[in-house]
């Protein structure tokens, strides 16, 4: 990676959306849509609300299937100097082996994604996000189908994220994401009524980024991966809260669709405040908020 | 290396109400108007801070190309058009767009029906402009639930231009909820017997939910075609997020999935639009 | 109570310290800051960070323990027609037995709220919090001790808050409240360290309302005992998200150090609210957005 | 029915930048006023909305009883002073106080030393104020990085009161980190030769904490009694939530526990202060 910054998935499309806005070239990676087997329509609308300092979202996996993805999204990615990690999810362990193997034979595939944590679908992989014994299931059949670094997304709706995190680097996870959107709700008071269709959603943006931050701290003390931490970045400064907390990377989420450019703001405000600092190797500031008693 | 787009800082010029609730922005933003198209929207970001985070679609309503300047007609219906209200002229305002796909302009002799309920009718004013140059004539309908929120005879204040409206070509019409201005009653009530008398080829509609569906009925019931403008929710604007869902139906009827309001939209063939139930 | 508007605890003090902003006589009832067997001296500072839309705190339970609390700030409380509700805390099942006896023979204690959810505590009832089996002791070990109504407070920082919930209906909770606060962190980047010196702290503010309303929506459909909602509360349409997702009373917090007035607000804009709406009794909001497939 | 107190929606008056950074700010806000004593603070929300969500507190700088103005002296640290800085006169200020306890006024014919450091002066000119018309002399020595920053020799700037720090009777001293101005070096420098020459009998100090360390060092060496005001973190500043909290001693001098800066201080007496490290 050129830089420790990409996108958050489902936030940036499948790369064209933000093109016009964004010099793809210069995004560390590129984290698309989650992708599923088969196309999936995902939820009625209304599918977004805004609360405070934060979105929820229900969009309900809407994805046009991996086959679509490898035909069409794919092909375009690969013009652009740009590791593509595809985010993949599953209503059972089969579902996330079958789509790692179908991606195995497609060219340009940097990693995968484990999504087993998103909210917003009944089957579509929650419960094996909150379960240590269902996280190492899907991760070892993901691994034993592909070559590619499998990086694990993990759930903040959990009581120890840190126990999820150990089962997934049991299981041979390359690295660890964190976080996917916390559970909420919103009820429309005019009428009534829940305000998203789908009842609840998750919720991102700046509101989540403490939840974020902690749940790095605690898993870098605890799991020796790669940990890509996201939740509620909008600045350099909070990428560098996850950085010191322990990330080694950092995904732009809710934040591009308050400013297009804000992944390339993140980048260039890094840099600069590795000028200001004399820092020479970001990696110096991995986990630097631990001191001494760090690992 | 690629030349970006990004939002602009646009200066606002002059920011003041027209009718109840209801207030004209000019915005000082010239790569937005040349860019341009008649139903097309920008997303504005009302907060210089985080509160309200997201950023607000509001149609163009005007454009005037060679001094640069746009408008937007919008209610202040919570808290960011609230914001919007309170800035002033020489403040900059950051604007991402023209964004969305909007209507199609008609072919030369067309015969038109434009109809807009309460503030939906803001960007057929662009349109009228648009086709002011153009030989196409017909309607403008207009209808609000009384005569403070009528839109359409209210577009001169706009700026100088009623001959924009081109009344020589387009006649007008009101409808009101109260009947304190034109025909009492709903707006569809003037658009049913134009569609029955066949005096329009098409139809193009912005406004309400349940208006637009009722204009889509009339449309299928006399087979016109026409172009409607939706509203959903909003995430991104630019089509990544998938926030804006809207469904639609494929050539055979069939229901062929969600689009984006934002891009395949905001404007959709009135026929492609499935009007579920929103919970 | 005179109407549904409490205040949270620890975010009132003890009564006098808004007593010069709130006529005390208007709140339904007031939940003073945690209460422990013997003093506690809380952490070292800082204990506050502000956070999007939110803080952080860890206070660590600074309270000057039962005896005094029923000394000094008991008696000035009696003074106001005011439910007086006392959050109690503890290390071990057996602390919060006697503290819930001790305030037995205290008179002008209306009810006992059960503290297992403080996160700022290293043994101070969270581990009770997030293990059915630790609420259910605690709550029979209190209401042993007590005739007083027992509400457990929960923590949102749990795989299953229904799971935590059901098992304090069953061990005989009277009501429930919800939530306490998230469970986060921040960063101080130029000293690069956590900012707070207990490290974590907890979140709370308008940030966290999302999964305040969730967590009372998922609570209403799944135990039937009167839920105190609080998390986020600022205005009343706040307060009647919580009430349509479920809530019988809520709870104003955070929003007191910004605007002091903030539970007298609230208590106003409910009351404006129903007679707008031609709503006779607040009963009729309580879970309104279940419909009819809520209980 | 009780008369409650609440925050104030005081009218800006003025709100310039007098040193580099540093701003001054006049309000209108006659009920502070009259209840204001020197060393007390005001909590102060920057934002009308939710972001940032905190008040701030900032020390009351400078009163007029008779016109009911007050000022704030503030540094733009961060957001919120930031927002401060934006806000233009006719704009109105939610202010919360005056709160916490202040500076013992000093008895007749006692001899002071005021020390500042930084942006930490702002309280010693209201305190100045309230001594003018009293029998006190002494020395106010004003700590900064460089000129610029000077606080105290700035003061004037607040307003036409030069005679207010009644130079007659209080001596001026300056010392700066750079040499710029005054004393090569720190404040505490100025405060130690006239503590070890019994010149005065007591010392109120404020500044960062580093330099209030150092001057109750000092105090303790020679014996001789003093007031500091701290800054901590805060939440609600009325004394409910327990966020600013600070160690202090006993009679006994041995930890008596945590006291709220917004309630029992800010300014505390020099020997109550435990300055254990902060992590
Ligand atoms: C393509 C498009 C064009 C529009 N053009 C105009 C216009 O020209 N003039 C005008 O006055 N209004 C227009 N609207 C509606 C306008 O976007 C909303 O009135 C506005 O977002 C309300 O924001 P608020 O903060 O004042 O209200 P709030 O209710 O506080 O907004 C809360 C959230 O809901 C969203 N929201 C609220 N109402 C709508 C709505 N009707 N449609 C979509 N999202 C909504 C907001 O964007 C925001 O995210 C348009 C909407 C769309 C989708
Ligand atoms: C009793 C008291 C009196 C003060 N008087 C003055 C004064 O007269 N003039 C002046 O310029 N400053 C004064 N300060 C410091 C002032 O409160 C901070 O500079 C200010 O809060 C910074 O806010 P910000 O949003 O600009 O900075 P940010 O760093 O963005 O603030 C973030 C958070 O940290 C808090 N914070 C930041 N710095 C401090 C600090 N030094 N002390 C306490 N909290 C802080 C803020 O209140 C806020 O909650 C005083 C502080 C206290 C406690
Ligand atoms: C609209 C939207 C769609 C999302 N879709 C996915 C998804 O498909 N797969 C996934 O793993 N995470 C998804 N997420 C979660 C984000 O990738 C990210 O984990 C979360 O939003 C927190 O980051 P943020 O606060 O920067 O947005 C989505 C988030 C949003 C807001
Ligand atoms: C400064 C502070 C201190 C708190 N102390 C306690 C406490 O002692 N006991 C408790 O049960 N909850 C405590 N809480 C949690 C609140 O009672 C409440 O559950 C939480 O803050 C969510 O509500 P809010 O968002 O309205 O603040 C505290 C919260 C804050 C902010
Ligand atoms: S708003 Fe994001 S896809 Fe339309
Ligand atoms: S700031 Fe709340 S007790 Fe001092």
Request: charged share 20%; glycine share 12%; hydrophobic share 45%.
């Amino acid at each position: 990676m050129k830089n420790p910054v990409t996108t958050a998935s489902g936030t940036f499309g499948f790369g064209p959306e933000y093109a016009p806005y964004v010099d793809l070239n210069r995004l560390g990676a590129i984290v698309v849509k989650g992708t599923t087997l088969k196309p999936r329509a995902g939820n009625p609308p209304p599918r977004i609300v805004e609360t405070p300092a934060g979105i929820l979202n229900a969009i309900g996996l809407q994805n046009p299937g991996v086959e679509h993805f490898i035909a069409e999204a794919l092909p375009y990615l690969r013009q652009f100097d740009l590791p593509v990690i595809v985010n993949i999810a599953g209503d059972t362990e089969d579902d996330y082996a079958r789509l790692a193997a179908r991606l195995e034979r497609a060219p340009g595939v940097a990693g995968l994604e484990v999504n087993i944590s998103c909210p917003n679908v009944h089957k579509g992989g929650l419960q094996f996000g909150v379960d240590p014994e269902a996280a190492a299931g899907v991760v070892r059949a993901v691994k034993a189908v592909t070559t590619r670094p499998v990086i694990v997304k993990l759930s903040p709706n959990v009581t120890s994220i840190v126990e999820i995190a150990e089962a997934a680097a049991a299981a041979g996870a390359d690295a660890l994401s964190m976080i996917n959107t916390l559970l909420g709700m919103a009820i429309d008071i005019k009428h009534r009524r829940p305000f998203l269709a789908n009842v609840t959603g998750g919720l991102s943006g700046p509101a989540v980024r403490p939840v974020a931050v902690r749940a790095v701290w605690q898993v870098y003390r605890a799991v020796k991966l790669p940990i890509i931490g996201m939740g509620g970045v909008v600045t350099a400064a909070d990428a560098l809260e996850l950085i010191m907390a322990g990330a080694t990377a950092v995904a732009v989420g809710t934040a591009s669709f308050v400013n297009p450019r804000a992944a390339m703001d993140v980048i260039d405000g890094l840099e600069k405040f590795m000028t200001d600092n004399g820092v020479r190797d970001i990696n110096e500031l991995v986990g630097a908020a631990h001191g001494k008693d760090g690992k | 290396m690629v030349s970006l787009k990004s939002a602009v800082l646009a200066e606002v010029l002059e920011n003041r109400e027209v009718a109840a609730g209801i207030r004209l922005l000019w915005l000082d933003a010239p790569a937005v108007c040349r860019a341009a198209a008649p139903g097309q929207f920008v997303h504005v970001r009302c907060a210089e801070n985080l509160d309200p985070l997201l950023r607000r679609p509001l149609s163009i309503h005007a454009v005037e190309r060679g001094k640069g300047r746009m408008a937007l007609l919008y209610q202040v219906a919570g808290r960011g058009t609230a914001l919007l209200a309170a800035r002033r002229p020489g403040d900059r305002l950051d604007v991402l767009g023209p964004l969305g796909h909007g209507f199609t302009i008609p072919a030369p002799g067309r015969r038109m029906a434009l109809v807009g309920g309460g503030i939906g009718a803001a960007p057929l004013f662009f349109l009228c402009q648009e086709l002011a140059e153009r030989d196409v004539s017909g309607y403008i309908l207009a209808g609000a639930r009384s005569r403070e929120q009528l839109i359409v005879p209210s577009l001169p204040a706009a700026g100088p231009p009623d001959e924009w409206l081109a009344p020589g070509r387009f006649v007008r019409r009101a409808a009101t909820d109260d009947g304190s201005a034109g025909h009492h009653g709903p707006v569809t009530d003037l658009l049913a017997p134009l569609l029955a008398g066949r005096e329009v080829d098409a139809v193009y509609a912005c406004g309400p939910r349940g208006m637009l569906q009722a204009v889509c009925a009339l449309l299928k019931r006399y087979r016109v075609p026409g172009q409607v403008s939706l509203e959903e929710r909003m995430g991104c604007g630019v089509g990544a997020c998938l926030a804006c869902a809207c469904r639609t139906a494929g050539e055979d009827g069939r229901p062929s999935g969600y689009q984006r309001v934002c891009v395949e939209g905001p404007v959709f063939a009135a026929d492609a639009v499935l009007w579920e139930d929103r919970i």
